[in-house]
């Protein structure tokens, strides 16, 4: 089977008509590309040794032939000047490799399968904001006293639209044996570039990587289990000032 390339780019379809100046591709980095660069392999330094996530281990298995391979870990290596200042070097472990397991085949394999979960992360991300942007329509239909001005979702929309789709710009540079002869452990380096790094990293240790003003992320006050128990905790200690008082009274009447 010969994997599919998916390139198109559902936002452009929905795009307004922009003006193309000079110098947009410093939107996604702009000048402080190399500084963006080492923000991102810091936080990958911070991830060694934290766990990554089990729905991560899942979205990024390679599957070559009848072997499925999971992801053990993924963390940062030291490069010898073979990545580029805006690429950052990434190892992957896989487990579950078969003793007659043929290691020329997984680049290749594993190359495929990064491209399509970041394929499959662009089609989530816009259904994602294709919703909220439709929801957002249908509540302003409904309130036509609302101002044009106040209502944020739309502008939302259109810097989505604008913000350029990810590259990842992927290298496959190693395919080595990490394991044991009790276990074998295949492990892969890799470079990617920063943003695809970034995306990653959001994806196996999203407490590392996740800014804490991301609009996905509720404040404390949001959070529906943090309401319930505060709630509570006000009813419970109102109740026992009462109780107090009434035991208070009682003793001193006496």
Not at 72 to 78: M, P, Y
Not at 100 to 125: N, P, V, Y
Not at 193 to 201: I, M, P, R
Not at 203 to 216: A, N, Q, V
């Amino acid at each position: 089977a010969v994997p599919l390339e998916f390139k198109t780019d559902f936002r452009a379809e929905f795009a307004p008509p922009l003006r193309r100046v000079a110098g947009t591709t410093m939107q996604a980095g702009g000048d402080g590309r190399g500084s963006a660069a080492e923000l991102c392999k810091a936080k990958w330094r911070r991830a060694r040794g934290w766990p990554m996530a089990d729905s991560a281990r899942e979205s990024i298995a390679v599957a070559v032939g009848e072997n499925s391979l999971s992801a053990a870990d993924v963390s940062i290596w030291d490069c010898d000047g073979d990545v580029g200042e805006d690429a950052v070097p990434l190892e992957l472990l896989y487990v579950g490799v078969p003793k007659d397991f043929d290691e020329s085949t997984f680049g290749d394999a594993l190359k495929s399968r990064i491209h399509e979960f970041f394929q499959e992360q662009r089609r989530k991300e816009f259904r994602s904001h294709l919703t909220k942007h439709q929801d957002a329509s249908v509540r302003r239909r409904k309130d036509e006293s609302a101002s044009e001005g106040g209502d944020t979702g739309e502008e939302k929309w259109r810097e989505y639209l604008r913000r350029p789709a990810i590259e990842s710009r992927m290298r496959v540079h190693s395919v080595f044996d990490a394991g044991n002869r009790v276990r074998r452990v295949l492990g892969c380096r890799v470079s990617l570039s920063t943003q695809a790094a970034d995306e990653l990293g959001k994806l196996c240790f999203r407490h590392i990587f996740e800014d804490e003003e991301s609009d996905s992320g509720k404040k404390w006050y949001e959070d529906p289990f943090l309401g319930c128990f505060y709630s509570c905790f006000i009813i419970i200690a109102i109740v026992f000032i009462l109780w107090f008082c009434l035991l208070a009274s009682a003793i001193f009447k006496k």
